[in-house]
Each structure stands twice: as C-alpha cells, then as structure tokens.
C-alpha cells in the first residue's frame, strides 16, 4: 500500500519542480505550490481512513518517512510566502538583476542585509561566496545599454 503514497509524494516533486521552472509571478508558484502540497496530504489522510495499512511496518514507514516529506514541503513554501510577502519591493528601473527578475541583488552590504533577515527571525543559510553570473550578465547589459545610448547621442 505504500506504493501508492510514495507514487503521490513522488507525482508531486515533478509537479514542484515544473512549477519552479516557470517564469510566473514567485508569489502565484508559492501559492500553487501550497495547494498542490495541502491536495496531496489530504489525498493521503482520506486513504489512510479509507484503508488499512497492510502490516505495521509500513504504517511506521508511511507516517516518518513519506508524510513528513510532503508535509516539510507545505511548510517549507509556507515559510518562503512569509518572506515573500515581507520582502521590500522596488521599481523595475531599480532593479539590479536584469537577467532572471526572480532573484533580486541589493546595492547595500551583506551585514544590512543579514541583520534585517534577522530582525524578522526569518531562518536563513548564508552563501557568502556565490558565483554572482547572472549578476554580471546583468551589469553587462547596463553597460551595454549605456554605450549604445551614448553612440546614439554622440
């Protein structure tokens, strides 16, 4: 009988993943991705009064491993619609990262930044040494915007 709830746990990564693959608006794949979480939970409490499990392993197997991996990802997109909904939000012409508007890069230092994550107590894991591509994609396209403004003007 597990089969059936490791199927629905594994349906819902693929459709987790293809939802963050798209380019809509964060707070729509947020929102989207706690429905698809709180259907599929619901799914497996109406199966697990509907049925019996088959033997007392798998009822053990069902409710530590399967369950708990379903409901962390409810509240892990639980946590993410908080800070979203927290999150300053700044006109496009402010907007640094003109490659993926998704992700958003400040002109302030990381000290700023960390302390105001904090201030919140929103739990966070810092990379302080990141790659920064689509940053500096980004400031070659502001760059090459500005040239080409000033051949135009010259």
């Given at each position: 009988?597990?089969?059936i709830?490791?199927?629905?746990s594994?349906?819902?990564?693929?459709?987790?993943?293809?939802?963050?693959?798209?380019n809509e608006?964060?707070?729509?794949v947020?929102?989207?991705a706690i429905?698809?979480?709180?259907?599929v939970?619901h799914?497996?409490?109406?199966?697990?009064?509907?049925?019996?499990?088959t033997?007392k392993a798998?009822e053990?197997?069902?409710f530590k491993h399967i369950k708990?991996?379903?409901y962390?990802k409810?509240?892990?997109?639980l946590?993410?619609l908080k800070?979203?909904?927290h999150r300053?939000l700044?006109p496009q012409e402010?907007q640094?990262?003109?490659?993926?508007p998704?992700?958003?890069?400040f002109r302030?230092?990381l000290k700023?930044?960390k302390?105001?994550?904090e201030s919140?107590?929103?739990?966070?894991?810092w990379t302080l040494?990141?790659?920064?591509?689509e940053?500096r994609?980004?400031i070659?396209?502001?760059?090459?915007?500005?040239?080409?403004?000033e051949?135009?003007?010259n």
């Open positions: 009988m597990n089969e709830y490791v199927q629905m594994q349906n819902l990564e693929k459709k987790l993943m293809t939802l963050k693959d798209t608006d964060v707070l729509f947020i929102e989207k429905g698809l979480c709180t259907l939970l799914k497996m409490k109406e199966l697990v009064s509907e049925k019996d499990f033997d798998s053990i197997h069902f708990p991996r379903v962390a409810l509240v892990f997109y946590k993410l800070i979203e909904t300053p700044f402010n640094l990262n003109k490659v993926n998704r992700k958003e890069f302030i230092g700023e930044i302390e105001e994550i919140q107590k929103i739990e966070a894991k040494k990141a790659e920064a591509r940053y994609e980004s070659a396209l502001a760059n090459q915007k500005k040239l080409t403004e051949i135009i003007l």
